[in-house]
């Protein structure tokens, strides 16, 4: 039993490093696209991701 319980506070570990790593994440994913909702630094960026992508 005692090994059960070892494994049940790893998963909940776990899960709060998700948790954590998701409430830094969003943040910054919603800051660039608002910086790039301008079309035309969108399509810059997104240009230049696709000819890294096409040189390999």
Known sequence: MQAF??????????MTEYSVV???ITPAIVAALALLSDV?????VAGY????????
């Open 5 to 14: 319980s070892n494994l049940r506070r790893e998963t909940d570990q776990t």
């Open 22 to 24: 998701l409430a830094v």
């Open 40 to 44: 035309k630094r969108l399509e810059t």
């Open 49 to 56: 991701l696709l000819g890294i992508l096409a040189a390999r």
